[in-house]
């Protein structure tokens, strides 16, 4: 798993990234990225939110444990999952399932993405 950051404007390397569409199509073991750059920080803002959430948003993380939970009075379930980064931390992470994710292609079975 890589451990370091990505900048806010990374965009996914086709040879080694592939794009979930819904983050209902997250699994235990994926290796994430949110796709969405606008959830990421910038380099900009040195605040102490600025950089948690560049802690949390701007590294890959594995999917430990996932829970997705519907909610009907809005349209779309919220996704919650346990992330593991690579120093050794974790943290809950949820999110609408609107939003897409990068995912590491050799996090997951090649038949995951139509491949052999």
């Given amino acids: 798993m890589e451990g370091l950051f990505v900048d806010r404007d990374y965009v996914m390397n086709p040879e080694f990234d592939e794009v979930l569409f819904s983050g209902t199509d997250l699994r235990v073991g994926m290796v994430v990225l949110i796709e ?3 959830m990421r920080e910038g380099s ?5 939110y600025s950089e948690a959430r560049r802690r949390e948003a701007n ?12 909610r009907p009075e809005h349209g779309s ?3 919650k999952f346990l992330a593991a980064y690579a120093d050794g931390t974790k943290c809950l992470r949820s999110y609408d399932a609107s939003y897409g994710w990068l995912v590491k292609k050799d996090s997951v079975a090649p038949s ?3 491949g052999a």
Avoid at 44 to 48: G, M, N, T
Avoid at 59 to 70: G, L, M, Q
């Fill in 59 to 70: 590294r890959w993380c594995t999917v430990e444990r996932i829970e997705v939970r519907p």
């Fill in 77 to 79: 379930a919220l996704v």
């Fill in 44 to 48: 900009f803002d040195r605040s102490s």
């Fill in 36 to 38: 969405d750059a606008l």
């Fill in 112 to 114: 995951t993405f139509g």
